[in-house]
């Protein structure tokens, strides 16, 4: 999900590990399945390893993703993505002493009642009285809770999207909720109340003309009609409407099949993939199929690197990305088109940044708030800050010292020829 300019490198060097160790493991008899015949080119399956992990290690400290901010009740809301320490949504007060201790949160949403997985996109409605998630790829869902929601709860309702969901928005204007599916490259819309296995979206972006690879954060424009969408790069051909869900017994679990059902066999054809540099797509806001951006912004000259979180400032007119690749945030003008620079950058060891993935702003404080999650930690700068700069002050989830695993940013596995074991990242 993250480190995208040494992808290419890593893919194939892991590639080669990974044929080393499952040769090396069937000299050695571990169960191996072969869903066909290897003589059946056309219908041949991926090799599966039947085997579980001889030890794992993990991070049991959350680590701050999605963020957004209550500014009428001065408090902000954070998604916790990891999985070793238990998947929450935790709630702070926006203002408190600047500490480097770990702060508990005022209210902390977790346990198996909430339905919780890889969350990672969030959004919050104090009109309605709602927070709203998506489960990325944990259980291909978007919940609902009370925006005082608090402890081992129940969703209030809950709705089947796509699997690889990442962002979320909730757009007042036309009361839409707005999400990005990074395996698909989509933006698919439903009514804001939307819930159950088969609620139908409104409508749906996607398709070759978008320019859409790998998206994951959003953010939509009321009073300019606009949608703002980060791109990873990693792009493949997928058809206009395609969607699945590996969980679930919904429409979208029928489609393609999943855990639970088999679903119509596809054979492995020529792979379409490929690698683009990451970009700022804009669309309509009521735009639906396969349809061109309004512009981008790509190119060397942007520095786009895992772009992740996306906020637009209303009062400076830019737009402000949290980029995860290089450890900063980055500032365009709005209505920045091509190759171009940013406006100003935030990055540099005094900023304390470490793989920013959600980015937000406080109107009220003039106060610019980032979830760092490489590092157990969110940030809190000055609206207009550039350069290398401190926090006025931060939320740490974890001791200061304290290193995140970095589990799942590499993209690669790694074989211990010693030990005959294959190491994993999730």
């Known amino acids: 999900m993250k480190r995208s300019g040494l992808v290419s490198s890593l893919v194939i060097f892991g590639g080669a590990l990974l044929w080393m160790a499952l040769w090396t493991a069937h000299g050695n008899h571990a169960k191996l ?32 993703n999605g963020v957004a901010i209550d500014e009428a009740k001065a408090e902000i809301f954070f ?6 320490s238990q998947p929450s949504i935790q709630v702070y007060p926006v203002d408190f002493p600047p500490t480097d201790r770990v702060m508990e949160p005022r209210r902390r949403i977790a346990g198996p009642n909430t339905h919780l997985g890889a969350v990672c996109g969030i959004g919050i409605s104090p009109e309605h009285n709602e927070m709203y998630y998506v489960d990325n790829d944990g259980g291909d869902n978007m919940g609902v809770f009370p925006l005082d929601g608090n402890g081992n709860i129940g969703p209030l309702r809950e709705l089947n999207v796509p699997h690889g969901a990442w962002g979320i928005y909730l757009e007042p204007k036309a009361d839409e909720l707005f999400v990005t599916v990074e395996h698909v490259n989509k933006i ?24 859409m690879a790998d998206p994951h954060g959003i953010y939509v424009d009321s009073n300019r009609n606009e949608i703002f969408v980060t791109n990873h790069g990693h792009w493949r051909r997928t058809p206009i409407g ?17 855990q639970s059902h088999a679903g119509v066999p596809e054979s492995l054809e020529p792979s379409s993939g490929k690698f683009m540099p990451p970009s700022i797509t804009v ?41 995860t690749g290089d450890d900063s945030v980055l500032f365009f003008d709005s209505n920045a088109s091509g190759d171009v620079a940013p406006v100003r950058i935030l990055r540099g060891k005094q900023t304390e940044m470490k793989e920013p993935s959600g980015v937000a702003v406080d109107t009220k404080r003039n106060e610019l708030w980032v979830t760092n999650w490489g590092g157990h930690a969110a940030t809190v700068y000055p609206r207009m800050a550039k350069g290398d700069v401190a926090p006025l002050r931060i939320i740490r989830s974890a001791p200061k010292e304290s290193s995140a695993t970095g589990l ?19």
């Not at 940013?409 to 030990?419: E, S």
């Open 79 to 84: 998604s916790n993505d990891n999985r070793s």
């Open 188 to 211: 698919v819309v439903y009514r804001r109340t939307a819930q159950g296995k088969d609620d139908p979206e409104l409508r749906f972006i996607q398709g070759p003309q978008t320019e």
């Open 283 to 323: 669309y309509s806001r009521t735009a639906t199929g396969d349809v061109a951006p309004l512009r981008t912004i790509q190119g060397p000259k942007t520095q786009l690197n895992v772009p992740l979180g996306l906020y637009l400032d209303p009062a400076a007119n830019q737009l402000i990305v949290a980029n």
């Open 408 to 426: 799942g940013t590499t993209g690669t596995i790694a074989y211990d020829p010693k030990r005959q074991e294959i190491l994993v990242p999730n």
């Open 242 to 258: 395609e969607g699945y869900a590996l969980f679930g017994n919904g429409k979208l679990a029928l489609q393609r099949g999943s």
């Open 33 to 64: 399945v072969f869903a066909q015949d290897a003589s059946k080119a056309g219908d041949r399956r991926p090799i599966v390893i039947e085997r579980p992990p001889a030890r794992t290690i993990g991070d049991q400290n959350p680590t701050f």
